[in-house]
């Protein structure tokens, strides 16, 4: 029975992680042609750091999920299994993953920033100071992840395959000390303090969000949400809460199975495929989740931004007819109005409108 469990485990990760490069590659793909070049009630600044975060998952996809875990489930000998490919592929890896996280982090931090002081909102929501805030963010992220072109060295395995035994190079983690230290940086860099600063700037957001409300009557604060730049701002803010969220829950699973793989059975006899250990299938389970929230982010926008779900709908069936869409906090159309007629008062450079015509 348990050998059913562990091989019908292997089938799943085997059709898993296939399926995630199929959906999440054209989806991540998709959202960045749409943020970028439709109206989805986002900032400037939101759409550099959004379409930004959806091209370094695609690499993530490509690097991680459909060259790592796809093929080393469906051939037996990846092409990265072999100098300088296995090398090479790590750097790739760890420098998408860093960017990812940290895409998230400071797109964050820069919202608590904006809603915090003035001078900040004057200075980060130019886009020009994103766009290179981005690309330092990539930049930096594959400096740092250089190192980990060492952690894994080709070394000869033995397998037997119908009936002969035949040797391949294989690409294996360096058991040694320096190998163990990188990781565990990597995995605090990449997990670890950015899990922290989400928590920790969403929890001051919603603090300030709070405290500003209280300051005005339920009228006031009718009006304000009224507001193109308002509605915007908070229609940014939920999106970003949503992303932040997926992304703390996806990622812990992995942080703590990790950390109990690296300290309680960080040996040498150890086999990590021997699924019939817990710990090995709860590790594996985890690098689904995580693996999941590169893939995830397009379903997100359509759950949550309105604009987003409107545009889409139009981009797909071809509707040439642009709509003005409204708050996707209260769902409501915005109205237009246009001037039918008016009449010019005797003090010259009065007008006074005397009809207003609904457009809807």
Not at 90 to 105: D, E, H, P
Not at 303 to 315: H, N
Not at 335 to 345: I, M
Request: proline fraction near 3%; aromatic fraction near 12%; glycine fraction near 4%.
């Amino acid at each position: 029975m348990e050998g059913a469990s562990i091989t019908i485990f292997v089938i799943v990760q085997k059709i898993y992680y296939p399926l995630l490069c199929i959906m999440g590659i054209p989806a991540n793909l998709f959202t960045f042609y749409m943020i970028c070049f439709h109206k989805c009630g986002m900032s400037n600044t939101a759409i550099v750091y959004l379409s930004c975060l959806a091209i370094v998952d695609t690499f993530y996809v490509l690097w991680v999920i459909l060259i790592d875990l796809t093929l080393t489930f469906w051939i037996l000998q990846p092409f990265w299994h072999s100098h300088p490919w296995c090398g090479i592929l790590g750097f790739l890896q760890y420098g998408a993953l860093y960017s990812s996280s940290w895409i998230v982090v400071v797109f964050t931090i820069e919202r608590y920033l904006i809603l915090r002081s003035t001078a900040a909102k004057s200075h980060f929501s130019q886009a020009w100071v994103t766009k290179l805030t981005c690309i330092a963010i990539v930049l930096v992220s594959h400096v740092v992840s250089v190192p980990m072109a060492w952690i894994n060295v080709v070394i000869p395995v033995d397998f037997t395959m119908d009936g002969k035994n035949v040797t391949l190079p294989r690409c294996r983690y360096r058991d040694e000390t320096y190998s163990t230290v990188l990781v565990w940086i990597a995995t605090f860099l990449s997990i670890g303090i950015p899990i922290v600063l989400v928590i920790i700037f969403n929890s001051l957001i919603s603090y300030h969000l709070c405290r500003a409300s209280n300051l005005f009557t339920k009228e006031e604060r009718r009006v304000m949400h009224g507001k193109s730049t308002r509605g915007m701002l908070r229609r940014t803010i939920l999106l970003l809460g949503t992303v932040s969220v997926t992304f703390v829950v996806l990622s812990l699973p992995r942080f703590v199975t990790y950390s109990i793989l690296r300290t309680q059975y960080n040996n040498e006899s150890f086999n990590r495929n021997d699924y019939s250990i817990p710990i090995n299938m709860a590790g594996d389970l985890a690098n689904m989740l995580q693996n999941l929230n590169s893939t995830t982010n397009f379903l997100l926008y359509c759950m949550v931004s309105r604009c987003f779900r409107r545009e889409m709908v139009r981009v797909v069936t071809c509707n040439s007819k642009a709509r003005e869409l409204g708050s996707v906090l209260t769902q409501t159309t915005m109205k237009v109005f246009s001037v039918v007629d008016h009449k010019t008062s005797s003090n010259p450079g009065i007008v006074v409108l005397i009809n207003l015509k609904q457009m809807e």
